[in-house]
């Protein structure tokens, strides 16, 4: 299998060693390369969730609604050109492109330097800016084929948890998120890059039990 694979040392990494497989474009023809490789459509899914980085919005387009089942090997394009345009995208529009607006960095200081070592086995993703609930969530974790859904909301040292309220419009947008995702969605309170409401964590971890039972 490993020969069968080679191809995939051209797509760039990301800081879990996963394959960077963020556009549709890339995601199709990754998985018809599979296809022609002699990998079934359920196989070459299970090898890119295991070993790629995936956007929310391949998990949208491609994964939960099956679409990846109607890609072809006969469409497959070259390594080489598949490759190339996941690195273009990695580059132009990930490494290079700034982030402008205040507490990204310590929002995402909340996730990779301690969320994801609470969690070594859930990748972590930036939502896809694109889809409905963007505005309420900000980071998913993924468990298998499913996701929870992360809020980051920065607070002062001194403020009180107790009175932050969820809107109406919030509530609306994480049940639309569990019902696309299949996990709820949680709010993380953070005072610079630590995190303050601790107990979070706990009902994280129940909620990536509860997915692997799914």
Do not use: W
Not at 27 to 42: A, T, V, Y
Not at 91 to 102: N, V
Not at 105 to 113: Q, R
């Amino acid at each position: 299998m490993k020969k069968k694979l080679n191809f995939l040392n051209k797509f760039p990494k990301n800081y879990n060693g996963l394959y960077i497989v963020y556009g549709l474009y890339t995601f199709d023809n990754l998985l018809r390369l599979l296809l022609k490789n002699g990998f079934s459509h359920e196989q070459s899914l299970s090898i890119i969730l295991y070993n790629c980085s995936l956007s929310a919005l391949v998990f949208q387009e491609r994964i939960h609604n099956h679409a990846y089942r109607e890609l072809s090997a006969k469409d497959a394009l070259p390594p080489d050109v598949v490759a190339c345009e996941a690195r273009l995208i990695n580059d132009l529009i990930i490494a290079r492109l700034p982030r402008i607006f205040e507490g990204y960095l310590p929002d995402k200081s909340v996730i990779h330097d301690t969320l994801a070592k609470e969690f070594p086995d859930i990748v972590f993703e930036e939502t896809n800016p694109d889809l409905d609930h963007a505005g309420d969530i900000d980071f998913i974790g993924k468990v298998g084929n499913r996701a929870f859904g992360l809020q980051i909301k920065r607070i002062t040292a001194h403020a009180s948890l107790g009175n932050f309220s969820v809107t109406a419009r919030m509530e609306q947008s994480f049940r639309d998120f569990e019902k696309q995702f299949g996990g709820k969605v949680f709010i993380v309170f953070s005072v610079e890059d630590k995190i303050k409401n601790k107990d979070v964590i706990d009902h994280i971890r129940a909620e990536i039990t509860r997915l692997k039972k799914k």
